[in-house]
C-alpha cells in the first residue's frame, strides 16, 4: 500500500442526498457490421459525486455506452444530458467530462509534471504549475515531477493520467476498464486509490469493468449490462442480495438456479419448502446463493459430495443429487470429504428470478 491516506467514508456508508448530475435515455447504437445492436434503448442516471459501475460481460456494450457520454461515439437515437443540459450533439472537447483511458495515453516525451498541465494552458504558466503541483500532491506523486512516463510504474502512471484529467475540474470523469494493466495485488490497491481521489475531487464516475468483485467493491452503485441493454440498476447490496433475473444471479457473484411453485412468500422447491425475498406465484426459477446452503452428513441422505476446493478462508463444494449439480461454499472449518452423502439446509430467504 502507497503512503497516503485521505479521510473518506466507505461508500457503503455516506448516505448523501441524490443530486443528478449525467442522465442518459434511450441510448441506441447499431453498428452495420453486427445484426443487433451494440447498444439498446440504455438508460440510468449518475448522481453528483457519485460512482456508477457499468458492469456486464465482454461485447455487452458498455464501452459503446461510455463512448457515448463521453462524446466519441455518436448515438442513433437517445439523448446525453449532464447537469440539464443536453450534450448529446456537442464534441467530446466541449462536454466537460474527463476520460481515463484503459492504457493511461500519457504523453511518453513529456514529464510527469507537463503531462499533468498539458490541459491548463488556458490559466497562464504561473497557475497552471501551482495547480499541476497540488494534483500530484493529491496522488501522491510529489518529487516525481520530472521522471518520464516509462520510469513509473504502473500504479504510479494511472495516478498521473487521473491527475491530469482531475486538474481541470471535470464534474463526471470516464473510467474503461483502467485497471485491467495492473497485475492483481496492485489492481486492489490502485483501485481504492482511484475511488479515494475521486471522492477527494468531488468528481463523479462511470467505471466501465467486467470483473464483479470490482464493481460490488468500488461503486455506489451498478448498472448491469446484458447483450446491449442494461437490465438492472441498484446498489452492489440491492443487486446482490435481489438480483433481477437469472443472468444477474449468477453473473454477480454465483447462484443456484433451481425450479420451484411459489405461492406469495413460500416455494415449494427440490431443497425443500423456502422462505422467499419477494412475492411470487406459480412456477418460478429460483436463485439460491452457494453461502447460503449448510452441508450436513448424513448416511441416509440421497445428495453426495462429488467436488471439494479448499481456498483457506472458505471452501468449495460440488453436491450431487438425482442429477442437479448444486454449488455450496461454507467457511474454513472441518472439511466434508468427497464422498460424503450430505442433507442440504438453506438458512435463509432465497430470491424468485423474473
Ligand atoms: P469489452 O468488455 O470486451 O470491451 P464491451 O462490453 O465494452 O466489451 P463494446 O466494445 O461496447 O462491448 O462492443 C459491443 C458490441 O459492438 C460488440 O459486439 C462489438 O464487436 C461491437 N462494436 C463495438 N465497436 C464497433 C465498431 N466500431 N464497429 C462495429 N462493431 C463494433
Redesign the pocket.
Not at 31 to 34: A, G, I, M, R, V
Not at 56 to 65: H, Q, Y
Given at each position: 500500500m502507497r503512503d497516503f491516506v485521505l479521510p473518506v467514508d466507505p461508500p457503503s456508508i455516506r448516505r448523501k442526498p441524490f443530486v443528478e448530475l449525467l442522465r442518459v435515455e434511450g441510448l441506441t447504437r447499431h453498428?452495420?457490421?453486427?445484426a443487433a445492436p451494440?447498444?439498446q434503448d440504455v438508460g440510468f442516471s449518475v448522481g453528483e459525486g457519485e460512482l456508477v459501475a457499468l458492469l456486464?460481460?465482454?461485447?455487452?456494450?458498455?464501452?459503446?455506452?461510455l463512448r457515448m457520454i463521453g462524446g466519441f461515439e455518436q448515438p442513433d437515437s437517445g439523448r446525453v444530458v449532464l447537469r440539464g443540459r443536453d450534450i448529446t450533439d456537442l464534441p467530446p472537447e466541449e462536454r466537460g467530462i474527463g476520460i481515463v483511458f484503459q492504457d493511461y495515453a500519457l504523453f511518453p516525451h513529456l514529464s510527469v509534471l507537463d503531462n499533468v498541465r498539458f490541459g491548463l494552458r488556458h490559466l497562464g504558466r504561473q497557475a497552471a504549475l501551482a495547480r499541476a503541483r497540488e494534483m500530484l500532491e493529491l496522488v501522491a506523486l510529489s518529487g516525481f515531477e520530472k521522471r518520464k512516463p516509462h520510469e513509473l510504474s504502473g500504479g504510479q502512471q494511472q495516478r498521473v493520467a487521473l491527475a491530469r484529467t482531475l486538474a481541470v475540474a471535470p464534474p463526471l470523469v470516464l473510467l474503461d476498464?483502467p485497471f485491467s494493466n495492473l497485475d492483481a495485488a496492485m489492481r486492489v490497491d490502485t483501485r481504492q486509490e482511484v475511488r479515494k481521489l475521486l471522492q477527494a475531487a468531488g468528481a463523479a464516475g462511470i467505471l466501465?469493468t467486467?470483473d464483479q468483485e470490482e464493481a460490488l467493491a468500488l461503486s455506489d452503485r451498478i448498472a448491469v449490462?446484458d447483450a446491449?441493454r442494461v437490465v438492472q440498476v441498484g446498489t452492489p447490496d440491492e443487486i446482490y442480495r435481489n438480483p433481477a433475473n437469472a443472468f444477474v444471479a449468477s453473473f454477480i457473484g454465483r447462484s443456484n438456479i433451481v425450479t420451484g411453485v411459489a405461492s406469495g412468500l413460500n416455494a415449494d422447491t427440490p431443497l425443500g419448502p423456502l422462505p422467499l425475498s419477494r412475492f411470487a406465484d406459480g412456477s418460478v426459477s429460483i436463485a439460491v446463493r452457494p453461502e447460503q446452503i449448510m452441508l450436513a452428513p448424513d448416511p441416509n441422505a440421497s445428495a453426495v459430495v462429488v467436488e471439494r476446493e479448499f481456498r483457506g478462508h472458505d471452501q468449495l463444494y460440488w453436491v450431487e443429487d438425482g442429477g442437479r449439480r448444486m454449488l455450496v461454499i461454507s467457511g474454513p472449518g472441518q472439511p466434508v470429504q468427497v464422498g460424503t452423502r450430505v442433507r442440504l439446509r438453506v438458512c435463509d430467504c432465497v430470491v424468485p428470478l423474473g
Open positions: 453498428f452495420e457490421q453486427t451494440a447498444v456486464g460481460p465482454s461485447g455487452c456494450g458498455k464501452t459503446t455506452t476498464e466501465v467486467h449490462m446491449g
